[in-house]
């Protein structure tokens, strides 16, 4: 009898403490405002400041420098933009408008397509603190996708955008940490080249922030004491 | 320009191709004085690399002299001689910062198919196939050098091109290989292959002090370099010594304490493990011939490091594994960061503490080209390093 009590004990502290975590996760999650999404679209880490990458990221109108299947982005007012993707072959480009519900500099990004348009995506990228660091940053991007009233999907979004997302995120470290996007002669075509240098080689995007390296060569490494460097002995 | 690119498996041929053009702001022009054929160039030759695309430009190992700079570039001017490290790295990413600049995280566009193939990304490399980028290489009269604010290494005209030329690869290669081995005098260390690299590893090994050093490979011209140029002590013919026990006897029964590999995924051998390996590479169902590893590991004393410089591109079988976790070795190895070393290496040729130009056995026209694949290949002629001239 006292062993069941004892049972019966433990399993009310297990079923309170769950029920105070999932209370404190919608808590949670009411206060950033923002729905389960579905699993992480795609994720990078760059070698800034949380608060420079998002800067970066929230420039909307220079998203298309490394998102490479966006024709331009226009900021209508403070909540609303107007996405505008390039057309696939010979079809027409595709517009829709989309609200930023939730915006936390340094932090977090949330946007929703408005109710009305062909492309459906809701999404959320993130800006945090590497584990132990200063400087470096997580960014990760949660997404869904869809087209017209059947709405977006995070399985729809993971099986169609997540390596157009992942290709972004890595030009977009790129752009943040060396200044621009890096072409070489066989990125620098849509279809599959040569590595060979070719006079119709896709236009460079124009922007470049200068971004001096801050790595030293030579020196630094723990393995690299036989030649005098400064690492550990 | 001409350039020597890549046809199909066992054939290159110089052709005239456009020449480059500056694609991004950091990017600098170099019009190529030398270059070589490395040996791991032979790897994309015999078709075991996979990435290659007909038309790409080979060639990892050049230096020359600065054309154009892109409006990004402040630290080169045109007129600049320079050595240029076969591995692009940005100089801005945590790798970078953290001195592994063959890991750079921003320097491969094409970053995702080594993503599919290797886990993660690897660095971009010049003329390497389109799993380093898709770079057009160095066997050509011009090439264009991205982050050339960081990479390339401005050199003094007092010294040869034969001297600072292996800058730009495979001396820092070998010194890496070597300084993994945390040398001191008493330490035995064992060179596996006689090629370029192996020669520049056992003259490495050297300079950080090993007194012992044993050279293995099979072709006798290359072991007698080992010897009389290199700094070898020791010499094990593979075809006529038994390597395992020849390097037990030679160490009383300890092994190495290090092992330095310098051959690579076509290593050859003897007996039936090497036939099964070739029919398993040839069929495509094991991308590399691990020989070499293999016997590094089981001849390395207990608690020893091997050190694996030779190119490997995929999946290996009868790695043995329980050798190296029973008898607690250390494994390392990576693509060489070259920017790491080149600049101390530099001041080691101008002390005269190191001269690589030893290993340089002919010198070509670019034109003659595919004929120093094939001799390199055959290894005819005694030939060791090729250096070919725009």
């Known amino acids: 009898m006292a062993k069941r009590n004892h049972t019966a004990r433990w399993l009310a502290l297990a079923l309170g403490l769950g029920g105070a975590a999932t209370v404190g996760y919608l808590v949670y999650r009411a206060k950033r405002g923002v729905s389960h999404l579905g699993p992480v679209t795609a994720t990078v880490t760059i070698n800034k400041r949380p608060r420079e990458v998002y800067e970066r990221f929230r420039d ?73 660091s200063d400087r ?63 006079a119709d080689a896709q236009p460079a995007p124009a922007v470049f922030v200068p971004n001096p390296p801050t790595a030293e060569k030579g020196l630094g490494h723990p393995l690299n004491t036989a030649i005098g460097g400064k690492g550990v002995a | 320009m001409r350039a020597n690119v890549f046809k199909g498996k066992k054939h290159v041929a110089v052709e005239h191709v456009p020449d480059p053009q500056i694609l991004n702001a950091r990017d600098a022009i170099v019009k190529v004085t030398a270059t070589t054929i490395c040996g791991s160039d032979l790897h994309l030759y015999n078709g075991f690399m996979p990435g290659m695309q007909k038309g790409d430009i080979l060639g990892h190992e050049f230096m020359g002299e600065v054309v154009e700079v892109g409006k990004g570039v402040k630290n080169l001017k045109p007129g600049d001689r320079v050595v240029v490290p076969f591995c692009i790295a940005c100089g801005n990413c945590e790798s970078c910062e953290m001195g592994l600049f063959a890991c750079c995280e921003n320097s491969n566009p094409t970053g995702w198919i080594p993503e599919k193939l290797m886990g993660h990304a690897t660095c971009g490399c010049f003329g390497y196939s389109h799993l380093t980028g898709g770079f057009a290489g160095g066997q050509a009269e011009y090439v264009r050098v991205p982050f050339a604010d ?141 020989i070499a590893v293999r016997d590094s590991i089981l001849a390395c004393r207990s608690g020893g490091i091997v050190s694996i410089l030779g190119v490997y591109a995929g999946f290996v079988d009868k790695f043995p594994l329980g050798s190296m976790m029973n008898r607690g070795l250390t494994l390392r190895t990576g693509q060489c960061h070259v920017h790491r070393y080149m600049k101390p290496l530099l001041e080691k040729i101008e002390q005269g503490v190191l001269d690589p130009s030893f290993v340089v056995s002919h010198e070509m026209n670019l034109d003659e080209t595919p004929k120093g694949y094939d001799m390199f290949m055959h290894k005819r002629d005694e030939v060791m390093k090729i250096i070919l001239r725009a």
């Open chain 1, 60 to 132: 909307f109108t220079k998203l298309p420098e490394f998102m490479t299947y966006l024709e331009s982005v226009e900021v209508i007012d403070a909540r609303t933009t107007r996405w505008t993707a390039k057309p696939l072959g010979r079809g027409k480009a595709v517009s829709w408008e989309a609200e930023t519900l939730e915006d936390i500099p340094g932090q977090v990004i949330v946007w929703q397509s408005k109710p009305d348009s062909l492309v459906q995506t809701r999404g959320r990228v993130t800006f945090e603190l590497a584990p132990g």
């Open chain 1, 136 to 198: 470096v940053t997580e960014v990760r991007v949660e997404m869904q996708l869809g087209v017209g009233k059947l709405g977006a999907s995070s399985k729809l979004a993971r099986l169609f955008a997540t390596p157009q997302v992942k290709g972004d995120l890595r030009r977009f470290k790129q752009v943040v940490e060396t200044g621009e996007v890096l072409r070489s002669d066989a990125s620098a075509h849509v279809k599959p080249h040569a590595a060979q240098p070719s």
């Open chain 2, 150 to 290: 960081f990479g390339p290494l401005k050199v003094d005209k007092a010294l040869s091109d034969h001297q600072v030329l292996f800058l730009s690869d495979i001396l820092p290669t070998a010194f890496m290989g070597a300084d993994f081995c945390e040398i001191t005098p008493n330490k035995v260390i064992c060179v596996m292959g006689c090629g370029p690299v192996g020669q520049l590893a056992i003259a490495s090994a050297k300079a950080l002090g090993a007194e012992k050093i044993i050279a293995v490979d099979k072709v006798p011209y290359r072991l007698r370099m080992a010897v009389e140029k290199a700094g070898a002590t020791d010499v094990i013919n593979f075809e006529d010594q038994p390597l395992q026990e020849t390097l037990r006897d030679l160490t009383a029964g300890r092994g190495p304490d290090a092992i330095i590999e310098c051959v690579g995924m076509e290593a050859v051998g003897t007996g039936m493990q090497f036939a099964m390996d070739k029919v398993k590479q040839t069929a495509r169902v094991q991308m590399d011939r691990p």
